[in-house]
């Protein structure tokens, strides 16, 4: 027993010994203060005891003491230190007491309600035009207080290395080639930062006319071309209101009016805010920044942001009134971005049988902003021929105008990156991997030339089963103008293959013309809405749409089309096509059979105002997306050229979405009209994504999708009119409950009318949705603080049965597809 009790008492009297020690006093009598919290940053290490006696473990250099009553001290680490407080004097009109009530003051609310609904008062945007220039600086290297300790280290480290014999090293082909990479970027930066981005923009607004942005020079290190997505990158608050002032963020801090100064000749209002985290372990006055507000305007002046671990990163943002009107003057930010470790054991110095202690050297990395505007002209007569085309074009990328723009010059380490760099990214071939990231942004795969498709991987519906596949394109690199592509598919239920071939011929490198032809041969579900003009991400959130329909037609077709952006907001797209279809259902149409041959030509139109878009190599890509956005298909089918058919199909998308004081709401209205000869999968089927003829668990589960009805049987409302509404709420609150992950809930309802006419010439089992369908819901997004949301429908009014089971769905959102 005594043997086991030894160690074990060895072991907490180190433990306990390990600890730093304090004593804490009132200054004024000497006697012990109860219940005086030590914090590290924003961390509580613990609380007093009564005889004012804590001890604790930190790795922070410095602990900052508070008491009810008392002033806060900040102390040095030691191992035992004897603190004495000073009491509060009762005049003393200290806003850290009020903090302690761990809730928003009143005044500081009020004043923040003023600023928002002032916004687009102070705005630049109310001004009839407007238009000025900046210089950005985006950099990442290591703490500018640390660089010379930084290279000292380096070339102790590299003397080192030389003497190490490199035959004694076990390495497998690819740890050597990691090995040498890594070594190469730790070189290259040794007298270069790790990355330089440096952008002169002109930035031009006019009432009539819109937005246009110009980028007037660029130079990143270490890529010959632009990184085109990364143009339309703003991380300044240019054009945006910080998070922590909007009103959905608003349970997610703590304001505090804190003083009242004068700032540049002008009355300011200075709240401090603090970030909810846990209540319990939080420092009460340790902030996370401070928000300056003109006391005339109620426009925002100056914003702070620090974040709550020390030397973490901090923003600085700064506004300047111009003829009544706040523009943005200049803005810092820092920003931590990993770090750095060494090994620095001295494993030569060890004995025999004796193992290495490991030793790290590390030195944080960091993302340095620095953006300046400048050369303001307002209300001044602008030009529509200087808004034409998209809404953000390059003028020059090769830097040669940039020094025209820069407001200082560029140190000798910031000089040496572009040559640095240039030449490692070059070396390691990471400008074609960066391309395949930002593919990726598209809903493509890249491989050197391929893109391969995402959406066409994988699916599952009722008819087919589970579907595999590929889709592949040859892109700008195979040809800047001719693009072949193909894919194939094959169902494990329906044991199919399908297919189609195709190729673009590009007209136009300044905007979207693009000339195909087209051969497709698969299967399509029957009355699908039109998703012409949609963009990728919208597609796919419809990916798993038919989960439970098999209501399924065959369609072999060939078609030409034509595809133009007649301006940045107006797109247009012109099919003909020469089809020919059949029912892989029961079905007839007129005991005219379920097999038609198809001759049609569709005018498709995409409206959207308020998109932000650059064209690039690859084609248009909308860096911003705006709302409204309105989408129209109009489809013609003739009985030429062997036509079957004769029918006019028109259908329409509306979707807005604004911010308000409930949060975000996002409306879709869409409908559709059909009519002439022309059999089912021509006239509409209301989306629904349920399964009633399966009494299985898992047959009122679906994802939510962009028109689809969660508790709606699939494949069983026809029309060939309707209309249709859906309403999602974004409640104005956040909340954490696991994690670091932010949760809210979002709340739906969603209704749908129409009628078929002549209902008996579609002879199989279907309904005809002539009374209102409703369904009310909710989605907890990010539940539980995981990567995923739930969510449950439940239908109301005339369609609702008395079993439960009917009227109720569930819904799965992977933030993946969103």
């Given at each position: 027993?005594?043997?086991?009790?030894?160690?074990?008492?060895l072991?907490?009297?180190?433990?306990?010994?390990?600890?730093?020690?304090?004593?804490?006093?009132?200054?004024?009598?000497?006697?012990?203060?109860?219940?005086?919290?030590?914090?590290?940053d924003?961390?509580?290490?613990?609380?007093?005891?009564?005889?004012?006696?804590?001890?604790?473990?930190?790795?922070?250099?410095?602990?900052?003491?508070?008491?009810?009553?008392?002033?806060?001290?900040?102390?040095?680490?030691?191992?035992?230190?004897?603190i004495?407080?000073?009491?509060?004097?009762?005049?003393?009109?200290?806003?850290?007491?009020?903090v302690?009530?761990?809730?928003?003051?009143?005044?500081?609310?009020?004043i923040l309600?003023?600023?928002?609904?002032?916004?687009?008062?102070?705005?630049?945007?109310?001004?009839?035009?407007?238009?000025?220039?900046s210089?950005?600086?985006?950099?990442?290297?290591?703490?500018?207080?640390?660089?010379?300790?930084?290279?000292n280290?380096?070339?102790?480290?590299?003397?080192?290395?030389?003497?190490?014999?490199?035959?004694?090293?076990?390495?497998?082909?690819?740890?050597?080639?990691?090995?040498?990479t890594?070594?190469?970027?730790?070189?290259?930066?040794?007298?270069?930062?790790?990355?330089?981005?440096?952008?002169?923009?002109?930035?031009?607004?006019?009432?009539?006319?819109?937005?246009?942005?110009?980028?007037?020079?660029?130079?990143?290190?270490?890529?010959?071309?632009?990184?085109?997505?990364?143009?339309?990158?703003?991380?300044?608050?240019?054009?945006?209101?910080?998070?922590?002032?909007?009103?959905?963020?608003?349970?997610?801090?703590?304001?505090?009016?804190?003083?009242?100064?004068?700032?540049?000749?002008?009355?300011?209002?200075?709240?401090?805010?603090?970030?909810?985290?846990?209540?319990?372990?939080?420092?009460p006055?340790?902030?996370n920044?401070?928000?300056?507000?003109?006391?005339?305007?109620?426009?925002?002046?100056?914003?702070?942001?620090?974040?709550?671990?020390?030397?973490?990163?901090?923003?600085?943002?700064?506004?300047?009134?111009?003829?009544?009107?706040?523009?943005?003057?200049?803005?810092?930010?820092?920003?931590?971005?990993?770090?750095?470790?060494?090994?620095?054991?001295?494993?030569?110095?060890?004995k025999?049988?004796?193992?290495?202690?490991?030793?790290?050297?590390?030195?944080?990395?960091?993302?340095?902003?620095?953006?300046?505007?400048?050369?303001?002209?307002?209300?001044?007569?602008?030009?529509?021929?200087?808004?034409?085309?998209?809404?953000?074009?390059?003028?020059?990328s090769?830097?040669?105008?940039?020094d025209?723009?820069?407001?200082?010059?560029?140190?000798?380490?910031?000089?040496?990156?572009?040559?640095?760099?240039?030449?490692?990214?070059?070396?390691?071939?990471?400008?074609?991997?960066?391309?395949?990231?930002?593919?990726l942004m598209?809903?493509?795969?890249r491989?050197?030339?391929?893109?391969?498709?995402?959406?066409?991987?994988?699916?599952?519906?009722?008819?087919?089963?589970?579907?595999?596949?590929?889709?592949?394109?040859?892109?700008?690199?195979?040809?800047?103008?001719?693009?072949?592509?193909?894919?194939?598919?094959?169902?494990?239920?329906?044991?199919?293959?399908?297919?189609?071939?195709?190729?673009?011929?590009?007209?136009?490198?300044?905007?979207?013309?693009?000339?195909?032809?087209?051969?497709?041969?698969?299967?399509?579900?029957?009355?699908?809405?039109?998703?012409?003009?949609?963009d990728?991400?919208?597609?796919?959130?419809?990916?798993?749409?038919?989960?439970?329909?098999?209501?399924?037609?065959?369609?072999?077709?060939?078609?030409?089309?034509?595809?133009?952006?007649?301006?940045?907001?107006?797109?247009?797209?012109?099919?003909v096509?020469?089809?020919?279809?059949?029912?892989?259902?029961?079905?007839?149409?007129?005991?005219?059979?379920?097999?038609?041959d198809?001759?049609?030509?569709?005018?498709?139109l995409?409206?959207?105002?308020?998109?932000?878009?650059?064209?690039?190599?690859?084609?248009k890509?909308?860096?911003?997306?705006?709302?409204?956005?309105i989408?129209?298909?109009?489809?013609?089918?003739?009985?030429?050229?062997?036509?079957?058919?004769?029918?006019?199909?028109?259908?329409?998308?509306?979707?807005?979405?604004?911010?308000?004081?409930?949060?975000?709401?996002?409306?879709?209205?869409?409908?559709?009209?059909?009519?002439?000869?022309?059999?089912?999968?021509?006239?509409?089927?209301?989306?629904?994504?349920?399964?009633?003829?399966?009494?299985?668990?898992?047959?009122?589960?679906?994802?939510p999708?962009n028109?689809?009805?969660t508790?709606?049987?699939?494949?069983?409302?026809?029309?060939?009119?309707?209309?249709?509404?859906?309403?999602?709420?974004?409640?104005?609150?956040?909340?954490?409950?696991?994690?670091?992950?932010?949760?809210?809930?979002?709340?739906?309802?969603?209704?749908?009318?129409?009628?078929?006419?002549?209902?008996?010439?579609?002879?199989f089992?279907?309904?005809?949705?002539?009374?209102?369908?409703?369904?009310?819901?909710?989605?907890?997004?990010?539940?539980?603080?995981?990567?995923?949301?739930?969510?449950?429908?439940?239908?109301?009014?005339h369609?609702?049965?008395?079993?439960?089971?009917?009227?109720?769905?569930?819904?799965?959102?992977?933030?993946?597809?969103?």
């Amino acid at each position: 027993m005594t043997k086991f009790l030894s160690p074990l008492f060895l072991f907490f009297t180190v433990l306990f010994f390990a600890q730093n020690q304090v004593k804490v006093l009132n200054k004024t009598n000497k006697q012990p203060i109860h219940n005086a919290a030590a914090y590290c940053d924003d961390e509580l290490l613990g609380k007093t005891d009564f005889s004012g006696n804590l001890s604790f473990k930190t790795k922070c250099k410095k602990v900052e003491i508070l008491a009810s009553n008392f002033q806060d001290v900040l102390v040095d680490v030691r191992k035992s230190m004897e603190i004495s407080m000073q009491p509060l004097s009762e005049k003393m009109d200290n806003i850290d007491r009020v903090v302690i009530q761990d809730k928003s003051d009143p005044r500081a609310l009020r004043i923040l309600d003023e600023v928002n609904k002032k916004a687009k008062e102070n705005s630049p945007k109310s001004l009839d035009s407007y238009n000025f220039k900046s210089y950005a600086k985006f950099s990442i290297d290591v703490d500018k207080d640390s660089v010379d300790t930084y290279k000292n280290f380096l070339a102790v480290r590299k003397d080192s290395l030389s003497k190490v014999d490199k035959k004694d090293l076990k390495q497998t082909e690819k740890d050597k080639k990691d090995s040498l990479t890594a070594e190469d970027f730790i070189s290259a930066t040794e007298e270069s930062q790790m990355f330089l981005w440096e952008k002169a923009t002109e930035y031009k607004y006019s009432k009539s006319f819109g937005e246009k942005t110009n980028i007037i020079d660029n130079r990143m290190s270490g890529f010959k071309n632009p990184i085109y997505e990364a143009l339309a990158i703003n991380i300044s608050h240019l054009d945006r209101v910080p998070r922590q002032i909007r009103p959905e963020n608003r349970k997610l801090f703590n304001f505090y009016l804190s003083d009242t100064l004068q700032l540049d000749g002008r009355k300011t209002y200075v709240i401090k805010f603090k970030e909810i985290t846990d209540k319990k372990k939080q420092n009460p006055r340790k902030f996370n920044g401070k928000i300056y507000v003109d006391s005339e305007t109620y426009a925002l002046k100056k914003f702070e942001s620090v974040n709550k671990k020390q030397n973490e990163g901090d923003i600085v943002s700064v506004w300047k009134p111009i003829d009544g009107k706040w523009f943005l003057d200049y803005e810092d930010i820092k920003l931590k971005m990993g770090s750095q470790s060494f090994d620095t054991s001295k494993k030569d110095s060890l004995k025999p049988g004796e193992k290495a202690k490991y030793n790290k050297k590390k030195f944080g990395n960091y993302l340095y902003v620095k953006n300046r505007f400048f050369d303001f002209k307002l209300n001044e007569a602008q030009k529509a021929s200087d808004f034409k085309g998209y809404s953000l074009e390059m003028k020059n990328s090769d830097g040669s105008l940039l020094d025209k723009y820069r407001t200082d010059s560029l140190t000798t380490r910031e000089s040496a990156t572009y040559t640095k760099i240039d030449s490692f990214v070059q070396k390691n071939d990471f400008e074609k991997k960066l391309n395949t990231l930002t593919q990726l942004m598209r809903g493509n795969l890249r491989y050197k030339m391929i893109d391969f498709d995402i959406t066409k991987i994988f699916s599952y519906d009722k008819y087919q089963g589970l579907r595999l596949g590929a889709g592949v394109k040859l892109n700008e690199k195979f040809s800047k103008t001719f693009s072949p592509d193909g894919y194939f598919g094959y169902g494990f239920k329906d044991h199919t293959w399908k297919y189609g071939l195709g190729l673009d011929v590009k007209l136009s490198d300044k905007r979207t013309s693009v000339f195909r032809i087209d051969y497709v041969d698969d299967v399509f579900a029957a009355g699908r809405f039109s998703n012409n003009m949609w963009d990728m991400m919208m597609k796919i959130s419809d990916i798993n749409l038919d989960l439970h329909n098999g209501t399924f037609y065959k369609n072999q077709k060939w078609g030409a089309s034509f595809l133009y952006d007649i301006s940045n907001s107006l797109s247009m797209k012109i099919a003909v096509n020469k089809e020919k279809q059949q029912a892989r259902f029961d079905y007839q149409y007129k005991n005219l059979g379920n097999s038609f041959d198809n001759t049609s030509a569709t005018l498709s139109l995409k409206f959207a105002p308020n998109d932000k878009n650059i064209m690039t190599p690859s084609g248009k890509y909308t860096y911003e997306k705006g709302y409204p956005q309105i989408f129209m298909n109009y489809e013609k089918g003739f009985e030429t050229l062997g036509g079957d058919l004769d029918y006019h199909r028109l259908d329409a998308l509306i979707i807005h979405q604004f911010r308000s004081k409930l949060g975000y709401t996002n409306i879709k209205l869409f409908g559709g009209i059909s009519s002439g000869n022309a059999p089912i999968w021509k006239n509409f089927e209301i989306a629904g994504q349920s399964d009633s003829n399966v009494d299985k668990w898992y047959s009122n589960i679906s994802t939510p999708s962009n028109l689809g009805f969660t508790t709606m049987p699939s494949g069983t409302f026809f029309a060939d009119k309707f209309i249709a509404f859906k309403v999602s709420q974004y409640l104005p609150f956040r909340f954490k409950t696991f994690g670091q992950r932010y949760s809210n809930i979002e709340l739906e309802y969603q209704s749908a009318i129409g009628n078929m006419k002549n209902r008996t010439d579609h002879q199989f089992q279907f309904q005809v949705l002539d009374h209102y369908y409703q369904e009310v819901g909710f989605i907890w997004n990010r539940f539980l603080g995981r990567n995923f949301g739930v969510g449950f429908s439940y239908r109301l009014g005339h369609y609702q049965t008395s079993e439960f089971k009917d009227n109720f769905g569930i819904k799965l959102r992977f933030n993946l597809l969103n």
